[in-house]
């Protein structure tokens, strides 16, 4: 089945990281349950964010309801931070987590203005653990090859929630894990040069 989907989405990590319809996760089977979600989450992407009558702003609150409602967003975070969550400050993990969300919107959300017809062809579902791994191509137009995307889904709530994207086998989520640690390393000032740095992100993109 293929739905209409903008290439943006497998870039949020929020990563893995932002509704969809929701799914319960008791069905009988996870995997088809968590396919479905994703399809629905597809459909439900292009609607309310790649509609042409919608500023910025309105968009922008859309695209942080589809994320929040959809990702696993406060596990997503804390991974990516990696052990520097475990060594973080309450207070720290409090504003971590508001301009990580923050940063995501800001960046992600106004690519949707950009849509031009990229699709999503939903494949096979299968368990892994916990988790429910749900395998797309992005068809791109113009005969591109298509973009292998893979859909880490928790199935442990009451809905569906995804927990990371993998796209061409690259994990998202690793891959931001990867960014920030640099950037604390880089800045020697722990979690606070982080914050720093994301407080310039969001700012550069207001």
């Known amino acids: 089945m293929v739905r209409h ?103 992600y959300a106004d690519r949707f203005a950009k849509y031009s017809g990229e699709s999503l062809s939903v494949g096979i579902s299968e368990q892994r653990g916990d988790d429910v791994l749900v395998h797309s191509e992005i068809i791109r137009p113009g005969g591109l090859k298509p973009v292998e995307v893979a859909w880490r889904v928790s199935a442990t709530d009451s809905n569906f929630k995804i927990i990371d994207v993998m796209v061409e086998g690259l994990s998202m989520g690793i891959t931001q894990q990867k960014e920030f640690a640099s950037v604390i390393r880089q800045n020697g000032n722990g979690v606070q040069g982080l914050l720093d740095e994301l407080k310039k992100r969001i700012a550069a993109n207001s």
Do not use: H, Q
């Open 5 to 107: 989907f903008p290439k943006v989405i497998v870039l949020v990590v929020a990563l893995a990281f932002g509704g969809g319809a929701a799914v319960p996760a008791a069905a009988a089977d996870p995997a088809v349950g968590a396919k479905k979600f994703i399809e629905s989450l597809a459909d439900k992407a292009v609607k309310s964010l790649a509609a042409p009558d919608i500023d910025t702003a309105e968009r922008r609150k859309r695209f942080r309801v589809l994320m929040l409602e959809n990702f696993d967003f406060k596990r997503i975070a804390a991974w990516v931070l990696g052990r520097y969550w475990r060594g973080a400050s309450e207070a720290e993990k409090t504003e971590y987590l508001k301009l990580f969300e923050d940063m995501l919107v800001l960046v």
